[in-house]
DNA sequence: TGATAAATTGAATGAATGTTCAATTAATTT
DNA sequence: AAATTAATTGAACATTCATTCAATTTATCA
């Protein structure tokens, strides 16, 4: 009996607006009082449900890692096809859609955490090396259909990787549209090229 | 007459207190009054020197941008043969050397702060630039010396700081010390061929 | 030696921080 | 309606923060 649960509910809504108040400000400039005040409850309500601001943190990089993974989804229709699987995953990343989903800031700020927090740095490690092995299964599933030309399926996923976080490197700080789309196009067209794969204007949009 | 003034010298003591400590505990950790109870003096003597906290920062990421430009730094010896001088800039950037020199941690940790301080954002984008720059100088030069046989310089300059960016991302999350060399070893290679350029016992040591 | 200017201290400020605990409100079950 | 459990509040806490200002120490020059 009893009062029913809102406790998950509830988390996910203070991480959420804890992700909107530090994509605007910055991690380091949000506390649990300014999220408090943005939901028009207590601090201590937060503290309630995280029992820390270091158990906060934590929720929001799984918050934010969980986001990034998206990125990395086959749709229903094409997860029969290998081709079109890998051609969307990486359509995906080398898109404007990706800053819709996603902020690049926070990704950062957290990732920059990786360096004095054991737990952080496992999360990123673990998400990134599960997001080698899915891409690993889709150009091995690839080859075995026979539509790409590859030898060293490891060392191709390497590169594409490599390629992502470089490029997104210097991405970030190019403030120009025209000068952003236009190296967005060039990485994406370089990822097609690392695989052998050529842009289908079907699939390419 | 008065007294001699000690500021720009006082002011790098200062920062790199701030630097060994942020590297230690972490940039938002690091507080003006930690600095001073390190450096046995008095908060508002860091006050009189930086005005603000704000100011302050912008020295340290001065510091780290300075440091991060040594990598690309050319010795006396090479300076005439652009080969060399070319492959002792690929030898230092993926090199253990780079970690003693510099501390990745710190430099994530004030790019993040790109996204939020427009300031910060032009220095980075100042430095990385002019650092590309230098590199397109340096393969026109031994293009021009019949050392190297590329089309686009550019293009060439982009893929390797794509390669460097991109590597040193995953990178900082290898705690493991044979992997990690061994891929330094691997992008090392990579970037010799994307200049077409062979290692040489000499240079690579 | 005395004037001058910079270095440095020391005390104090108010604001913001994360966190505590007890008290209260609200929903759900018997 | 009474009991139970969770949600939520509100007040208080000690700490730390960046920053201020006046006072003092220290070096340098005439």
Chains 1, 2 share one sequence.
Not at 17 to 43: C, H
Not at 96 to 106: M, R, Y
Not at 130 to 155: A, F, K, P
């Amino acid at each position: 009996m009893g009062r029913k649960s809102l406790k998950e509910a509830r988390k996910k809504e203070i991480i959420k607006v804890f992700y909107s108040l530090a994509k605007k400000n910055g991690l380091e400039n949000t506390s649990i009082a300014k999220i408090a005040a943005k939901m028009e409850i207590n601090p201590s309500l937060i503290i309630h449900y995280f029992q820390t601001r270091e158990d906060l943190v934590y929720g929001l990089v799984d918050y934010i890692l969980d986001k990034y993974k998206l990125i990395y989804k086959v749709s229903a229709t094409h997860s029969k096809d290998s081709r079109k699987a890998l051609l969307e995953i990486i359509g995906n990343i080398f898109s404007k859609k990706w800053n819709a989903l996603f902020d690049d800031g926070l990704f950062y700020g957290c990732y920059a955490m990786t360096f004095h927090d054991a737990k952080v740095r496992d999360l990123y490690k673990k998400l990134l090396d599960s997001l080698r092995q899915m891409l690993i299964g889709h150009i091995e599933q690839c080859r075995e259909d026979g539509v790409l030309d590859v030898d060293d399926v490891e060392t191709v996923a390497d590169n594409i990787f490599v390629l992502i976080d470089g490029a997104y490197f210097y991405l970030s700080l190019v403030t120009d549209k025209e000068e952003y789309e236009q190296r967005l196009a060039k990485y994406r067209q370089q990822a097609l090229s690392i695989l052998h794969l050529k842009e289908l204007s079907e699939v390419a949009g």
